[in-house]
């Protein structure tokens, strides 16, 4: 790390690499997709029985109340490990929302419950015609009594077909302006008029579904906030989301698997060469996301402002620059499309190349990002 750690940091490091090694199962180790949810849930109860599933959340709703540089040490550790991925919106979005903007009732429902891992979480965000431009949804709630009867179709939902809940953004009413008239809503997934439908991506996985609403009726008490005003509710925390979207995490891991091609390749030429030169350039830019992710940490967690729309770009693409470097340097292997083995390796050459060329899409696009730190970091015009 850019940074010197402190004897209390080191020692924390030592203790999460000591558990992994002795806890984290080799079925699980250097996988590129997230494993099924029996498997996936279960090492997330693991995590969760040691305290470490929310190293960033307070500790007065359960978390652990990590400092963003310990935050960092447990990503690095895991990547190292190969530590699968698992299912984060109930850690990274919804459950820090609530924490700010929902009721009691809805915090001591579903906090735990995350924490736990009793539930799945997804987000019903985007429609056909509404990704990026979000406030041109048109999936649409009636009031009638104390229901919401909700009718329409989300989609790119991740794991939306293994979800329990999903948090969602609803049309309720028409306003002035596109961002009025929308609701937040906590929908159980069980409810019924609920159909989903997972999507084959050009990786090879189903990590994306949509979910069509045909009078699904909810209770009133699971909206957040008040009615017609969950726009301001889904923007409260848009820096939080961005900051876990730019987090160093997949950067690591990318890092991770071009050093497998090294160690695979130790015996050829290439390996004294242009291999290693891209190695050190690539530690480079997951040393700079890394510095990026701990400057924009720190300061929301002293209530400054930080320009998460950079660090989402930053990490990205560094995600995309890395494992495109390890697609040019595998020469012939870079053809393989599932992972082998070189004895204790797990060399994956093309999976999670194919994967990361949706994360400059979602949450919102890279393109839209930097429309955003033109207007408000630059404070260039932007016609938006």
């Not at 009636?142 to 009867?149: A, I, K, P, S, Y």
């Not at 876990?244 to 995490?249: D, E, M, Q, T």
């Not at 390796?345 to 033109?374: C, K, P, V, W």
């Amino acid at each position: 790390m850019l940074r010197a750690e402190t004897e209390a940091q080191s020692r924390w490091r030592a203790d999460i690499a000591a558990w992994l090694a002795h806890t984290l199962p080799d079925s699980l180790r250097h996988l590129t997709f997230r494993p099924p949810p029996d498997q996936a849930m279960a090492w997330y109860r693991t995590l969760a029985a040691r305290g470490w599933i929310a190293p960033h959340w307070p500790r007065e709703h359960g978390g652990l109340g990590a400092t963003p540089v310990e935050q960092v040490i447990l990503m690095e550790e895991m990547a190292r490990a190969g530590a699968p991925d698992l299912p984060t919106q109930g850690l990274n979005h919804i459950g820090p929302l609530l924490m700010h903007r929902g009721s009691e009732r809805q915090r001591a429902r579903h906090l735990p419950a995350i924490l736990n891992g009793d539930v799945i979480w997804c987000q019903g965000y985007s429609e056909p015609g509404a990704g990026s431009d979000l406030a041109s949804l048109r999936t649409k709630g009636e009031v009638d009594g104390d229901t919401l009867v909700i009718n329409g179709h989300k989609i790119w939902t991740t794991w939306g077909h293994h979800a329990d809940w999903m948090f969602a953004l609803i049309r309720t009413a028409k306003g002035r302006r596109r961002q009025e008239g929308i609701t937040f809503v906590l929908l159980d997934l069980a409810s019924p008029g609920i159909t989903r439908r997972p999507i084959t991506t050009l990786a090879g996985d189903d990590e994306l579904c949509e979910v069509f609403f045909d009078d699904v009726r909810v209770p009133l008490d699971q909206v957040v906030g008040n009615l017609n005003e969950g726009w301001s509710v889904a923007t409260a925390l848009l820096d939080e989301e961005r900051l876990r979207l730019g987090s160093p995490a997949l950067a690591l891991k990318a890092l991770t698997k071009l050093r497998h091609l090294a160690a695979a390749a130790k015996h050829r030429e290439t390996a004294r060469g242009l291999l290693r030169e891209r190695i050190a350039l690539a530690e480079v830019d997951t040393e700079a996301v890394i510095a990026a992710y701990l400057a924009a940490a720190e300061a929301l967690d002293q209530g400054q402002p930080a320009d998460c729309s950079s660090l989402k770009v930053l990490a990205t693409e560094t995600v995309q620059r890395t494992l495109d470097t390890l697609q040019r340097l595998a020469g012939p292997s870079a053809a393989l499309r599932d992972p082998c083995r070189d004895g204790a390796l797990t060399l994956d050459y093309s999976e999670m190349f194919l994967q990361s060329h949706r994360l400059s899409i979602y949450g919102g696009t890279n393109e839209i990002q930097r429309t955003l730190i033109a207007r408000n970091t630059l404070n260039l015009p932007t016609g938006a």
